[in-house]
């Protein structure tokens, strides 16, 4: 057990990261936890496509004699890309929280429902 | 010319949704003509590509150079080239609608064509991961447009269908990774060589990889019961928005759902992995019968439409995962013309709004004899949907039940008949009202609508748009073999025929 957690490590805080960020989306009454939620959902993500690319003893992967081996590099772009995305996201949802707090007065998902409903 | 087509129709709407976003600093006048000039482009080259594309067979090209599999490849082959024409008319279609509904600034029409970019690099891409970025973006553009209701609740719908859509998205995204470790490409064709000679469609690592990209991806087609986001987003957004992103955003989704399926994880897989395809046959039929209970009891017109919604959407994802290709013809039949369907009703329910104030399923009573013209295109539209022929609805159902037949699938055959039953029980009962019911509002609407100085609530325009939807609900019937022409050459190599 100590052994796979060792060697695991990542793959652990993965789901770490997923659990924690997937249980304040759905648990947290107040909304801007749940987008803060969402980021470590995402973060959890991203921590797997980085663990993917490692290799035991590899260089940078900038191409050189008597470089290699190298690290993947495709998904160190790859989540730069998702980190861009996931940026965007969570603007958006800021300002959508921004707008619905200056309409209804409040961030706790119970009062906005009765208020949403009335 | 011809091969930079894929990325033309990507490029141009974002370069046209820059111009609108761009002038309204200056005046919000200018949005609605540069988005008509960008979406007429659109519109030719789209019709190009899929002319193209039927006559001499699949279009690819090379983003930046990078040969495939280690660049982005755009990939046009038959299916994708109607999907891709689609949009482009559709949104055309809903642009004159949006002339007089509003809402008249630069940022939405920057956002359209935003939205409009994302859709069609979703059809065109043939990139596991570009899939991705393009979900989002199609994403982003989508709850950004909800949210461009006047009211508030508009702004709580759209940060639901965010957190819904982003967490489906994300999940997609953690399947890219385990195919990515199964297979260490991100090319579509490739994908499926690699999957194929790995012959392990059952090890954990790909199955895995399924469950999290199909689950992701029923997220944004919104079947039950993933569907939650849906009908708020759908009943809170400005009737343009409803009828633009009821037409086309799930049915972007579904087709990448299909693409998925038979281009990256094959016909062999769904084959190899029963498991897999009666998890998809049983998810697309609880949607089917639950998404129909839930339209039967719903008040709202638009709720109620949204529910159906997710019915249509588990009929096209059964007849995709039936995987004979009389059935994904029908789903695909059943794709273009529900998109036009519902697309015209929820332009029909806005136009019916605006003239009498009506929303709700008692308040359409007696509404066929004063507004003729919409009433009567929203019955046309509802009967197309139901299946009555000679309407596209039902060359659509016709196949997929047929394929489902072929493939001697008969609990599918059943719920299929049964879905006909349940989508004629919540609509006959709003056409009953448009035309047998006593009315029960006589008077006109207590807000007037804000209109752009013309002092009418609704433009020629708009009702041209609920009338040739409705016509298109029935014409289309006659392009179904072109349809079957363009999907051809297309889906035996897809289908393993």
Not at chain 2, 379 to 405: N, T
């Amino acid at each position: 057990m100590f052994e796979l957690l060792n060697s695991h490590y990542n793959y652990f805080a993965v789901m770490l990261l997923l659990g924690i960020g997937l249980y304040m989306l759905i648990e947290s009454k107040n909304l801007v936890k749940k987008v803060i939620g969402m980021n470590i959902f995402q973060t959890g993500i991203f921590l797997f496509f980085i663990t993917l690319a490692f290799r035991a003893g590899g260089n940078p992967p900038i191409i050189k004699e008597g470089g290699g081996p190298y690290v993947s590099p495709l998904p160190h772009v790859l989540i730069l890309t998702a980190i861009v995305v996931g940026v965007s996201l969570t603007a958006v949802a800021l300002a959508l929280i921004i707008r619905i707090y200056t309409e209804y007065g409040t961030l706790d998902e119970d009062k906005l429902k009765q208020l949403y409903y009335d | 010319m011809i091969e930079q087509l894929p990325v033309l129709l990507v490029v141009l709407p974002i370069i046209g949704g820059a111009i609108p976003l761009a002038a309204s600093l200056v005046s919000d006048r200018a949005g609605w003509p540069v988005a008509t000039l960008t979406l007429i482009g659109q519109a030719v080259l789209a019709g190009l590509l899929a002319w193209t594309v039927s006559t001499s067979g699949t279009v690819s090209y090379a983003v930046g150079g990078f040969a495939a599999p280690y660049g982005i490849e755009l990939v046009v082959d038959g299916l994708s080239g109607a999907v891709a024409l689609l949009v482009a008319v559709v949104s055309l279609g809903v642009l004159a609608y949006a002339r007089q509904a509003g809402p008249h600034s630069g940022p939405f029409y920057g956002l359209y064509l935003l939205l409009v970019a994302g859709l069609t690099g979703m059809t065109v891409t043939g990139d596991v991961f570009n899939l991705y970025v393009f979900l989002e973006i199609t994403g982003l553009a989508a709850y950004g447009l909800v949210a461009s209701g006047r009211d508030a609740s508009a702004a709580v719908a759209a940060l639901k269908y965010l957190i819904i859509g982003t967490v489906g998205a994300s999940l997609y995204l953690l399947g890219i990774g385990y195919l990515l470790a199964a297979t260490g490409t991100l090319n579509m064709a490739d994908l499926a060589t690699k999957l194929g000679e790995m012959a392990a469609y059952d090890s954990t690592l790909v199955l895995t990889a399924f469950g999290l990209m199909v689950g992701g991806l029923t997220v944004k087609v919104a079947l039950f019961p993933l569907h939650t986001w849906q009908p708020d987003a759908y009943a809170n957004a400005p009737d343009t928005v409803s009828a633009f992103i009821s037409a086309l955003v799930s049915t972007v989704s579904a087709y990448a759902l299909a693409r998925l399926l038979f281009s990256v994880f094959t016909v062999e897989f769904l084959t190899a992995v029963p498991v897999a395809r009666w998890a998809l046959v049983g998810l697309a039929c609880v949607s089917i019968i639950a998404g129909s209970a839930l339209a039967v009891s719903q008040d709202s017109v638009q709720r109620m439409l949204a529910y159906s919604s997710v019915s249509q959407f588990g009929l096209v994802v059964a007849g995709f995962a039936i995987a004979t290709p009389l059935a994904v013809v029908g789903a695909t039949v059943h794709l273009l013309g529900h998109a036009v369907m519902k697309g015209g009703l929820f332009a029909a329910t806005g136009v019916i709004e605006r003239e009498t104030g009506a929303t709700t399923v008692n308040g359409y009573a007696g509404m066929g004899s004063r507004v003729p013209l919409p009433a009567f295109s929203f019955a046309v539209l509802s009967l197309a949907m139901v299946g009555v022929p000679p309407a596209v609805g039902f060359v659509g159902k016709w196949y997929i039940v047929l394929g489902a037949v072929n493939a001697e699938n008969w609990p599918v055959v059943a719920v299929l008949l049964a879905s006909t039953l349940l989508t004629l029980a919540y609509f006959a009962r709003l056409v009953e009202r448009l035309y047998f019911a006593e009315a029960t509002i006589h008077s006109e609407p207590d807000e007037v609508p804000v209109t752009d100085g013309s002092g009418q609530a609704v433009s020629f325009g708009m009702i041209a748009v609920v009338v040739i939807a409705a016509a298109l609900a029935v014409a289309l019937t006659a392009a179904v073999p072109e349809l079957q022409a363009m999907l051809e050459d297309t889906l035996p190599p897809l289908l393993n025929q």
